[in-house]
């Protein structure tokens, strides 16, 4: 459109542009990005489950976010814009209504003047076209139109909000209602307990709204919410590293606690006790799990939420890590009929992800896989999950009694924890079943001595132990930011030094004799901390015939050690300085993750 109409929308086409499609979904097939049985399967999903064909493709992982965007900007000849590095300055995001980007899902990212560029997230939005023509009319603006990402889009708006500014509205709010509560009191009566609380559970309701919803924009695994003396902190767990986000009065702890105690279906009343609960939200495209923990400490109940992604599905083995000669191990004892497969690593190390990623794989219909887990974290379609409930008598022992008398071809035990789980687990592997569960030692080979410290004989080790996985997590380097850098001599020494020995396959590509750093210089994708997201590192143990005799013959550990390294295990430090050589994470989060 003209320039001079200075009351436009336009799209920034290109020149002869390609005639367009009659559907995206003709678009892709002809493409050949989609099969037509795909697409058909996929469009009926849709319809099912209510969604959007582009929800649909994402699910299904067929492309990334940013893949499938730019395929929509191709087709509908829009420019496709990333803002996930983008810094957006406030003073162009405050141009346009705030309640208006948020219903509309669009944003401004520049504005010369003249021109205002704004990225939209769903071009078939007839409203949202209709809302940028009247702010062009009514601001004399030219509107030029750009295709983003829901990510870019929720970074770009991210950086718009202040959250201590957020809760202190709120925290204006409650003020100001009590104020007028203190004044009625005066003039009335002091019947207005129940009033008050219903008054006030809206600004409450905001802050509790406020926390979780930058908990989900910041990636935090986990939200904590602890009483102070004098105050109540608000900390996020972002990439497994816990960080101040907040400091409010500590007069809203008993409100915010019982606000999220009325989510979780929890009793308020109870202060003495500790309780778990959970409950479910939906923010945005994200379907949101949290896991509910409350412990009472001498300043009040602290409260501990776990975030659990529903929409993110079940990660790969490879997209946890597991690679090379590793990941062909466990694929092989996978494929076993019968024995058992032990995960092992402290609390928060991943084990649990890293089992429901095997339970994924080899979950079909021909298969009863039945879950004993504490508690259940995800949601398998097609998987019988159940969960321990001490206090009632239901232990990982009672339950695996029971699992066993329903006909499983596949058992999942969240942890053995003593002698009678572990006896148990084992004949259920013996017995022709496949078991999965995990326990708390600091390498592979250290499972073996803490089996025979719950009184399992090593024989029915031997008869029953498929392979043995440890590991840890490490942040990973941010894709949009890392660069390379030479490694200095007395790093490259050491590194050199501890894969010397280590086979290629488990190398994955690293240069050993030129070996190189990255580093993260951060960037607006990762709030600047140069990391984004967690990734593991790990060593295989799998029961060949030298190291069966070896456990037999009660050997110890460290031969044990020796003799799966003389095999070619690589070891949790040197998987890990694999992936420094490939710029996946860096040497300090290595150390600091396998230091003893």
Same mark, same amino acid.
């Given at each position: 459109?003209?320039?001079?109409?200075?009351?436009?929308?336009?799209?920034?086409?290109?020149?002869?542009?390609?005639?367009?499609?009659?559907?995206?979904?003709?678009?892709?097939?002809?493409?050949?990005?989609?099969?037509?049985?795909?697409?058909?399967?996929?469009?009926?999903? @849709?319809?099912?489950?209510?969604?959007? #064909?582009? +929800?649909?493709?994402?699910?299904? =992982?067929? /492309?990334? $976010?940013?893949? *499938?965007?730019?395929?929509?900007?191709?087709?509908?000849?829009?420019?496709?814009?990333?803002?996930?590095?983008?810094?957006?300055?406030?003073?162009?995001?405050?141009?346009?209504?705030?309640?208006?980007?948020?219903?509309?899902?669009?944003?401004?990212?520049?504005?010369?003047?003249?021109?205002?560029?704004?990225?939209?997230?769903?071009?078939?939005?007839?409203?949202?076209?209709?809302?940028?023509?009247?702010?062009?009319?009514?601001?004399?603006?030219?509107?030029?139109?750009?295709?983003?990402?829901?990510?870019?889009?929720?970074?770009?708006?991210?950086?718009?909000?202040?959250? @201590?500014?957020?809760?202190?509205?709120? #925290?204006? +709010?409650?003020?100001?209602?009590? =104020?007028? /509560?203190? $004044?009625?009191? *005066?003039?009335?009566?002091?019947?207005?307990?129940?009033?008050?609380?219903?008054?006030?559970?809206?600004?409450?309701?905001?802050?509790?709204?406020?926390?979780?919803?930058?908990?989900?924009?910041?990636?935090?695994?986990?939200?904590?919410?602890?009483?102070?003396?004098?105050?109540?902190?608000?900390?996020?767990?972002?990439?497994?590293?816990?960080?101040?986000?907040?400091?409010?009065?500590?007069?809203?702890?008993?409100?915010?606690?019982?606000?999220?105690?009325?989510?979780?279906?929890?009793?308020?009343?109870?202060?003495?006790?500790?309780?778990?609960?959970?409950?479910?939200?939906?923010?945005?495209?994200?379907?949101?799990?949290?896991?509910?923990?409350?412990?009472?400490?001498?300043?009040? $109940?602290?409260?501990?939420?776990?975030?659990?992604?529903?929409?993110?599905?079940?990660?790969?083995?490879?997209?946890?890590?597991?690679?090379?000669?590793?990941?062909?191990?466990?694929?092989?004892?996978?494929?076993?009929?019968?024995?058992?497969?032990?995960?092992?690593?402290?609390?928060?190390?991943?084990?649990?992800?890293?089992?429901?990623?095997?339970?994924?794989?080899?979950?079909?219909?021909?298969?009863?896989?039945?879950?004993?887990?504490?508690?259940?974290?995800?949601?398998?379609?097609?998987?019988?999950?159940?969960?321990?409930?001490?206090?009632?008598?239901?232990?990982?022992?009672?339950?695996?009694?029971?699992?066993?008398?329903?006909?499983?071809?596949?058992?999942?035990?969240?942890?053995?924890?003593?002698?009678?789980?572990?006896?148990?687990?084992?004949?259920?592997?013996?017995?022709?079943?496949?078991?999965?569960?995990?326990?708390?030692?600091?390498?592979?080979?250290?499972?073996?001595?803490?089996?025979?410290?719950?009184?399992?004989?090593?024989?029915?080790?031997?008869?029953?132990?498929?392979?043995?996985?440890?590991?840890?997590?490490?942040?990973?380097?941010?894709?949009?930011?890392?660069?390379?850098?030479?490694?200095?001599?007395?790093?490259?020494?050491?590194?050199?030094?501890?894969?010397?020995?280590?086979?290629?396959?488990?190398?994955?590509?690293?240069?050993?004799?030129?070996?190189?750093?990255?580093?993260?210089?951060?960037?607006?994708?990762?709030?600047?901390?140069?990391?984004?997201?967690?990734?593991?590192?790990?060593?295989?143990?799998?029961?060949?015939?030298?190291?069966?005799?070896?456990?037999?013959?009660?050997?110890?550990?460290?031969?044990?050690?020796?003799?799966?390294?003389?095999?070619?295990?690589?070891?949790?430090?040197?998987?890990?300085?694999?992936?420094?050589?490939?710029?996946?994470?860096?040497?300090?989060?290595?150390?600091?993750?396998?230091?003893?």
């Amino acid at each position: 459109m003209a320039e001079d109409n200075p009351t436009t929308v336009r799209s920034e086409t290109t020149p002869n542009a390609p005639q367009i499609h009659s559907g995206f979904e003709d678009y892709l097939l002809q493409k050949g990005l989609v099969t037509s049985e795909g697409i058909n399967k996929l469009s009926i999903s @849709a319809r099912q489950s209510d969604e959007t #064909l582009v +929800d649909a493709l994402l699910s299904a =992982k067929l /492309f990334s $976010e940013e893949e *499938l965007v730019k395929h929509q900007s191709d087709y509908f000849h829009l420019p496709y814009v990333d803002l996930r590095g983008q810094i957006v300055p406030r003073e162009i995001l405050t141009l346009m209504p705030q309640n208006s980007i948020a219903n509309y899902r669009f944003v401004p990212f520049a504005f010369d003047g003249k021109v205002l560029r704004v990225a939209l997230t769903n071009p078939t939005d007839l409203r949202a076209l209709e809302a940028l023509e009247f702010f062009a009319q009514k601001k004399h603006f030219i509107v030029e139109i750009y295709l983003t990402s829901l990510s870019g889009f929720q970074h770009a708006i991210s950086q718009s909000k202040d959250i @201590a500014g957020e809760v202190g509205v709120a #925290l204006e +709010d409650i003020a100001r209602k009590e =104020k007028e /509560f203190q $004044e009625k009191r *005066l003039k009335e009566s002091e019947k207005t307990s129940v009033v008050e609380r219903s008054i006030l559970q809206a600004p409450i309701s905001k802050i509790v709204d406020v926390i979780i919803r930058h908990a989900i924009e910041e990636r935090a695994s986990d939200i904590h919410i602890e009483p102070g003396e004098h105050d109540l902190r608000v900390r996020y767990r972002i990439d497994g590293i816990l960080q101040s986000s907040l400091v409010v009065p500590r007069s809203v702890h008993l409100a915010v606690v019982s606000r999220i105690k009325i989510l979780s279906n929890l009793k308020i009343d109870e202060q003495r006790l500790p309780q778990d609960g959970r409950f479910h939200m939906q923010i945005d495209r994200t379907s949101v799990d949290f896991r509910v923990s409350t412990l009472p400490t001498v300043n009040g $109940e602290k409260i501990v939420l776990r975030i659990l992604d529903k929409t993110s599905g079940v990660p790969t083995l490879k997209d946890l890590g597991v690679w090379g000669l590793k990941l062909r191990i466990v694929e092989e004892n996978l494929k076993k009929p019968h024995g058992m497969m032990l995960v092992t690593g402290p609390t928060g190390s991943g084990k649990s992800t890293t089992l429901y990623s095997v339970l994924n794989k080899l979950n079909r219909i021909g298969v009863n896989i039945i879950t004993l887990e504490d508690p259940v974290e995800y949601y398998i379609e097609g998987i019988n999950q159940s969960q321990v409930k001490p206090e009632i008598g239901m232990t990982f022992s009672s339950g695996l009694r029971s699992i066993l008398r329903q006909d499983p071809n596949i058992i999942m035990v969240g942890e053995i924890r003593d002698s009678e789980t572990a006896e148990l687990a084992v004949h259920a592997a013996l017995t022709g079943h496949l078991v999965f569960s995990t326990l708390h030692t600091n390498d592979a080979s250290g499972a073996l001595p803490r089996l025979i410290d719950m009184k399992i004989d090593p024989f029915l080790i031997v008869a029953s132990l498929n392979v043995v996985v440890a590991q840890r997590l490490v942040r990973r380097l941010c894709n949009d930011c890392k660069k390379s850098e030479p490694m200095p001599p007395e790093a490259a020494r050491l590194v050199q030094k501890e894969l010397a020995n280590v086979p290629a396959d488990e190398l994955m590509g690293a240069n050993l004799k030129e070996p190189k750093l990255y580093r993260g210089a951060g960037c607006g994708a990762c709030n600047n901390a140069g990391y984004k997201g967690r990734i593991g590192i790990f060593e295989v143990l799998p029961m060949t015939k030298p190291i069966q005799e070896m456990i037999l013959e009660k050997q110890g550990v460290s031969k044990i050690f020796a003799q799966a390294q003389k095999e070619g295990m690589a070891t949790m430090k040197q998987d890990g300085y694999a992936k420094v050589l490939t710029g996946v994470t860096t040497i300090e989060e290595v150390l600091r993750s396998t230091k003893e």
